[in-house]
Nanobody, 115 residues
Framework: VQLVESGGGLVQPGESLRLSCLASGFTFSNYYMSWYRQAPGKERELVATIDSAGSTGTLIDSVKGRFTISRDNAKNTVYLQMTSLKSEDTAVYYC?????????WGQGTQVTVAS
């Protein structure tokens, strides 16, 4: 299993970013996918999850209305569209999959929201 995130960066409050995660090594379309984040000094937290078909996404309350999770099973890619970014969204964002009783992680991509 390999998960490779991209799309992070430094943005100002109110701006947008789209994170991507390219998956390989497993049958992507069979699995739910998730995005987590870890801010400095804090525990890693689940941000969003999408079902295997891409029909249902769930988000934590703090990002509802601002973030959208989606996937393209033809491209083995899951996305996190982030709008109206706030300073408290600053974190390393990780793509993740639970497969065969193991949680796999990507290497993470840094998102920094600062003026």
């Amino acid at each position: 299993v390999q998960l490779v995130e991209s799309g992070g960066g430094l943005v100002q409050p109110g701006e947008s970013l789209r994170l991507s995660c390219l998956a390989s090594g497993f049958t992507f379309s069979n699995y739910y996918m998730s995005w987590y984040r870890q801010a400095p000094g804090k525990e890693r937290e689940l941000v969003a999850t999408i079902d295997s078909a891409g029909s249902t996404g769930t988000l934590i309350d703090s990002v509802k209305g601002r973030f959208t999770i989606s996937r393209d099973n033809a491209k083995n890619t899951v996305y996190l569209q982030m709008t109206s970014l706030k300073s408290e969204d600053t974190a390393v964002y990780y793509c993740s999959v639970w497969r065969s009783e193991t949680r796999y992680w990507g290497q993470g991509t840094q998102v920094t929201v600062a003026s």
